[in-house]
């Protein structure tokens, strides 16, 4: 052992003789061999110096990998990084290490430390822009066959990746070659884990080829089996997929999707979960906001009717007083009501149905009464006190309460209008909502010492508030010439002479002829 001066001296032998470094074999394993035995400045210069001149030795590149790759492993947390830093240099020599490094670089994704992990993605962001297909298989690689941290980990990794491709992977819209394989790989990703997880990588997918994502999901729910809604895991993969198919899918091909809910519709109340019944109408009315024609309204029209009647109260009071409001299932509502203005819309006649209508009008109405009554509770709640969890789901219970009014406003005219247009609760945006919705209730409760200011009111000046402010003006009327002509006590107007009027007079016509 010649210590760290004499690494320097092998260093400056390989580094002197540039192209020729290959001459110099022996100070090149000599550098390798220190690493077994040497002292951790010995081994953090080995660190930097064997990625150097790896091109220039392809004989002895496995010995010099897996050398890098046990500095990677050292309890020093400087040796440690400056090796992880090295590994990307080493696939310069040869693009054929990226897949393989890119994978041992995923399995130190979980490291200890927050530097350590930066230092890891960033080798693999390098490693990503050199050879997109190749950073990728070794990724997935991992994905698919590494520990459950491992696996978690490059998941993320890669997801969080692919969601700024454009950052990270700017090659990647004009190689379709690549594009083509990388959906490949997610949809191998995405079959291995949870339906969760599916639909995020669609979502990502469907930023790169949309055409091609919407295949994937059709394949996966297979809308050309019978639907069967006692198959839980099939009921699982619509609530996660159906959402993504009806977000990317065209605005004008929507049909088929129609004509599936045609056979959802009769077997809609043996579905067990209510989180799979208001998918699938929230689905519904998703599907016939992107377009109907009067031919696919017709073939579901019986089905909402039916399960709306099935949401509405069964009786209605007669007074038009709501004391105590029933319950009602609101988000149900929404989606049924929004699916009838938009499929009846189509087939106007459906509505015209004096025995339907009898049947159906008292209890929408009925239901508008019960809007109010809510949307004035809600608004009555103390949102001051509540924690933003509450305010969150205050709000969307509003949202929703005002969608079904409004549904129900147009429904219930006379005629019936189909002009009202909502934005869905449930793509409400919960993340940074207010208390705007709310705002007499959202200010602090603490008293006010200043008097309650209305909105119009002008506000006056600093200067004019202050104590030694100039006493207010009297308004004193004119005095002079014309005064005398304002008749005060009797109400008389301002008295001109004859001639004076006959002399305007003739002025006015004169300029009416011009």
């Known amino acids: 052992m010649e210590g760290v001066e004499g690494l320097y001296k092998k260093f400056g032998v390989l580094a002197d003789a540039k192209d020729k470094a290959g001459e110099y074999e022996s100070e090149y394993l000599s550098i390798l061999s220190t690493i077994s035995n040497g002292s951790d400045a010995e081994k953090r210069l080995c660190a930097s ?19 890098q790759l046990d500095l990677c492993e050292e309890e020093e947390a400087v040796i440690r990084r400056e090796a992880i830093k090295g590994l990307p240099d080493l696939c310069k020599a040869d693009n054929k290490l990226i897949a393989r490094m890119s994978s041992v670089l995923a399995q130190l994704l979980p490291i200890d430390g927050h530097l350590d992990q930066t230092i890891v993605k960033h080798c693999l962001v390098q490693l990503l822009k050199q050879d997109a297909k190749a950073a990728i298989a070794g990724i997935v690689n991992q994905v698919m066959t590494g520990k459950e941290d491992v696996q978690e980990a490059a998941r993320k990794f890669l997801l969080e990746r692919l969601d700024d491709h454009e950052k990270y992977l700017p090659t990647l819209q004009s190689d379709e070659e690549t594009k083509e394989y990388l959906i490949e790989q997610i949809e191998l990703i995405g079959l291995s884990g949870t339906y969760d997880e599916f639909r995020e990588l669609m979502q990502l997918a ?14 996966e729910i297979d809308m050309e089996k019978p639907f069967d809604p006692s198959n839980t895991v099939h009921m699982e993969q619509l609530s996660m997929l159906l959402p993504v198919m009806l977000k990317h899918h065209k605005k004008d091909n929507t049909s088929h999707i129609i004509k599936y809910y045609g056979t959802v519709l009769p077997l809609f109340s043996q579905i067990a979960e209510p989180k799979h019944k208001l998918m699938m109408l929230q689905g519904l009315a998703e599907t016939l906001h992107a377009s109907v024609t009067e031919e696919d309204a017709a073939l579901c ?28 299932n609101f988000s149900m509502l929404e989606c049924l009501l929004y699916s009838l203005h938009k499929a009846a819309h189509q087939v106007p006649s459906f509505l015209k149905d004096e025995s339907r209508m009898a049947e159906i009008t008292p209890k929408l109405k009925f239901v508008l009464r019960c809007c109010a009554c809510y949307s004035k509770r809600l608004k009555s709640s103390a949102i001051g006190e509540d924690t933003p969890e509450k ?3 205050k709000t969307k219970a509003y949202k929703t309460c005002n969608n079904t009014k409004e549904l129900l406003k147009g429904l219930t005219s006379v005629p019936i209008t189909y002009k009202s247009d909502i934005g869905f609760s449930w793509r409400l945006d919960l993340v940074t909502v207010t208390n705007r919705l709310f705002s007499p209730l959202a200010s602090d409760k603490r008293p006010s010492s200043k008097p309650p200011v209305s909105p119009t009111a002008k506000r006056r000046r600093g200067s004019d508030t202050a104590p030694g402010r100039r006493a207010q003006q009297v308004y004193a009327p004119p005095k002079g010439h014309y005064s005398g002509n304002i008749g005060v006590s009797n109400g008389q107007g301002l008295k001109r002479d004859s001639k004076e009027e006959g002399k305007l007079r003739s002025e006015r016509s004169e300029r009416r002829r011009f």
């Open 391 to 393: 305010v969150k789901l």
């Open 49 to 67: 110096f064997i990625p150097r001149f790896f091109k220039s030795f392809p004989d002895h590149q496995d010995t010099a990998f897996n050398a």
């Open 206 to 219: 469907a930023g790169l080829d949309r055409r091609k994502t919407l295949k994937i999901i059709a394949k």
């Open 301 to 328: 029209l019986d089905g909402i009717y039916s399960l709306l009647l099935h949401y509405l109260p069964e009786e209605v009071p007669t007074t038009d007083i709501v004391q105590e409001p029933p319950s009602l």
